[in-house]
């Protein structure tokens, strides 16, 4: 390991003799995660890093500007983004005055740039290809040609915590988002929008795809709601069917699985064994610990009101995905394809007006429907320590379970809130567009008898939804709001 200076400051590089150092910690649609540090260099005790990936169909360049024009053009109020060399330093830049503002920076972390070789990514694309989900390493792997890299810490441990002595666990929760759409530009045939959340539709589009098993009754309504019942319910949920929104960590370790190993998977950790897990952190007997934790992390989720800051910046999308797509239109200064698509009905005279916005206005309603989208992918890393010296001083909030009459320090930080980028307006459109014909489609067919439907019309829905086709790949690379 090395340190190079570079114009404004002394970095940190990674080289080739360092990537044993480091486990694979997990892995989302764009980067992939490493921990567990095990080297002597101090600055990487205790964190993460977190490398771009390449989709293995196109050979990635690193010399692609990082934002396109109209990205600069709808950030520009964000100092020093034009200059930005690298994704890593525009996400900081982002992160830092964009989402800090609005979730606060108690709990969110903009974590530190550092320069890596080209030899200690091929090292470690070596060293974690068994750890990888197939389903990931088919799709695509560590992208050798990015030279650096996001120095993060990781919120899975707790940094003073000496594992004998005090065990901690953390869950990792991905919510969606938390609020049911409320527009005007939503056409009436959509409807059911305002009543059912996106989370809900979409787990019938998955299944459909046979990309879920079977559907989660988790409702991110429910996560939001402020009452104790329901955040405990989706929780429950949450356990019982984690797909790739629920994760659990003992002592920084990854222990359920989710949806990594298979497709299919959507398995949780064993109820049983994980009652023996919570032996040393929850102090109730055998058959009551899993309550008792579930409790802890739903009376966390309520106390700590971190989620209050998430669902406003969730809603900074005013207008819905079916009014926000013309203002973007207006910002890449092309023809609206949506109203094209519409002809004269009465969705496109509605939306009209959209397109006499100013650049300015359009801009904002972009804007934030982005930033929003950020808010609707991220995930909630929260840690629990149980207390062993009730009157000790703790640096961590603290968290009191009457059930169990037992104190907890914890920790609560923001993961994973990256720009997205600007030309995924259009992939949110017509997955939004998808989710909610096939959701309506769905509901049609519970209602009429099979063979009172017109036999067109599931050939109509298979064929619209690609059911034979590689679903799977498309909704990896866009896990979009
Ligand atoms: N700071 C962190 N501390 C602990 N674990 C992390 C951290 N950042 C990411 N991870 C783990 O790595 C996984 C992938 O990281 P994420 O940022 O979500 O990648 P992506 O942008 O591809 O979705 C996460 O789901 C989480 O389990
Ligand atoms: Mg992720």
Not at 44 to 58: H, L, T, Y
Not at 104 to 126: C, K, P, W, Y
Not at 425 to 450: A, F, G, N, R
Request: hydrophobic share 35%; charged share 25%; aromatic share 8%.
């Amino acid at each position: 390991m090395a340190k190079r200076k570079t114009s404004d400051s002394m970095e940190l590089v990674l080289e080739e003799s360092d990537a044993g150092n480091w486990v694979y910690k997990g892995e989302g649609a764009a980067n992939i995660v490493l921990g567990g540090y095990n080297g002597s260099n101090p600055h990487f005790v205790g964190k993460v890093i977190r490398i771009q990936k390449a989709p293995r169909s196109k050979t990635q360049s690193a010399t692609t500007s990082v934002l396109s024009v109209h990205e600069n053009l709808l950030w520009r109020d964000i100092e020093g983004i034009s200059a930005s060399s690298t994704k890593e330093i525009v996400g900081q830049l982002y992160v830092k005055n964009v989402i800090i503002p609005l979730l606060g920076s108690e709990h969110v972390d903009t974590g530190m740039h550092i320069l890596v070789s080209r030899q200690f990514l091929e090292a470690v694309e070596n060293n974690i290809f068994c750890q990888r989900p197939a389903w990931r390493v088919d799709a695509s792997k560590v992208n050798p040609l990015c030279d650096s890299a996001l120095l993060i810490s990781d919120h899975s441990i707790f940094p003073d915590g000496i594992v004998n002595v005090s065990p901690y666990i953390s869950v990792e929760i991905k919510p969606k988002c938390g609020f049911l759409p409320n527009s005007r530009f939503i056409a009436e045939a959509n409807a059911v929008k305002r009543t059912i959340s996106r989370f809900q539709m979409h787990q019938v589009l998955k299944l459909h795809q046979g990309e879920i098993s079977c559907v989660s009754d988790y409702d991110p309504l429910d996560l939001f709601s402020g009452s104790i019942g329901k955040i405990n319910k989706a929780i429950k949920e949450l356990f019982t069917t984690p797909q790739n929104n629920f994760r659990i960590f003992l002592n920084g370790s990854l222990i359920s699985e989710g949806m990594a190993g298979t497709i299919d998977s959507t398995r949780s950790v064993a109820g049983g064994e994980f009652e023996d897990t919570l032996e040393g952190i929850i102090r109730a007997d055998r058959g009551f610990r899993l309550n008792s934790f579930l409790q802890l992390v739903a009376e966390t989720i309520l106390i700590s009101g971190v989620l209050d800051q998430l669902l406003d910046a969730q809603q900074l999308d005013l207008i819905d995905i079916e009014g926000a797509i013309h203002a973007y239109y207006n910002v890449i200064s092309q023809h609206c394809k949506v109203c094209g698509e519409w002809g004269d009905s009465k969705v496109s005279k509605r939306c009209s007006p959209l397109h006499s916005l100013s650049l300015e206005d359009s801009l904002k309603i972009v804007r934030d429907y982005m930033i929003a989208a950020t808010a609707k992918d991220c995930s909630l890393m929260l840690s629990f320590r149980p207390k062993m010296d009730e009157d000790q001083m703790s640096l961590h909030n603290t968290v009191y379970l009457e059930s169990i009459n037992q104190r907890f320090d914890y920790k609560a930080y923001f993961i994973d809130l990256d720009m997205k980028p600007l030309k995924k307006m259009v992939h949110y459109y017509e997955l939004d567009q998808k989710i909610v014909s096939c959701y309506t489609q769905k509901e049609k067919m519970k209602y009429e008898p099979p063979n009172l439907m017109n036999r067109n019309e599931y050939e109509i829905i298979d064929s619209h939804f690609n059911v034979a086709g590689n679903s799977r790949d498309e909704s990896m690379l866009s896990d979009g709001p």
